[in-house]
């Protein structure tokens, strides 16, 4: 059973405009989620972080927006920027140590 | 080193081969995590060590895997009996907390070894 998902294999976004990764996830008890982002051939490399008892937190052109309620975030770039082209992947723990990892979401940004 | 070092970045092993895995944390790191990324999917957590010792491997597939960090620095991740099915990429993190005081302390992650059993 996936607890962390991101439904949306891939998205594609011309440069310049909002990019909006979405994730869902089923555990109430996780309390801090992170995004991370990885290029091919590249560990992931941390982008940004929140915790529950925040709804937002913004980094420069990165906001990331949790609604508890529906067990949701998202990951807000603006504007995009064709660097920006690789694989997010939204991340939860309760806690602890461990980080429960969605399946990620390919960013393709059109120059 | 600045980041996490793995090696090596590819291995090729024929069924039944054991391989070993190291990782190379950022000095000073308390934290040690192994991950395992099959195609397609996230990361998904093997064990974690705080300093030498090994507190928790429950992400461990079978007993054919092993890990080990014996002086709280470079870690090694065993594999015995390769199957075909353990086919990944093993991602080796490291964080500067321990624990619980991980919120400021994000996972720093190395390249990945991709393994690849024939």
């Known amino acids: 059973d996936q607890q962390v998902k991101q439904n949306s294999p891939s998205l594609s976004v011309q440069e310049g405009r909002i990019s909006i990764l979405n994730c869902d996830y089923t555990n109430s008890m996780f309390d801090y989620f992170l995004w991370y982002k990885k290029y091919p051939a590249e560990g992931p490399t941390f982008l940004i972080s929140?915790?529950?008892?925040?709804d937002k937190n913004e980094d420069g052109r990165f906001t990331v927006f949790l609604n508890k309620s529906a067990k949701h975030l998202s990951l807000h770039i603006v504007p995009s920027q064709p660097g920006d082209s690789a694989v997010y992947f939204c991340a939860a723990s309760s806690g602890t140590y461990k980080y429960i990892f969605g399946t990620g979401t390919r960013l393709k940004v059109l120059a | 080193g600045a980041g996490v070092s793995q090696s090596p970045r590819y291995k090729v092993a024929k069924r039944g081969q054991d391989v070993a895995l190291r990782c190379d944390p950022i000095?000073?790191?308390?934290?040690l995590f192994w991950y395992q990324q099959a195609l397609g999917q996230g990361p998904e957590f093997l064990t974690y060590?705080?300093?030498?010792?090994?507190?928790?491997k429950s992400g461990l597939p079978s007993d054919r895997f092993f890990a080990e960090r014996p002086e709280g620095s470079v870690s090694t991740l065993k594999i015995q009996r390769t199957q075909q099915e353990d086919s990944a990429v093993y991602l080796c993190a490291s964080s500067l907390e321990s624990g619980e005081s991980s919120y400021n302390s994000p996972l720093h992650f190395g390249n990945g070894t991709r393994l690849t059993v024939t």
């Open positions: 929140i915790s529950s008892i925040k």
């Open positions: 000095s000073g790191h308390v934290s």
């Open positions: 060590f705080q300093n030498e010792a090994q507190l928790d």
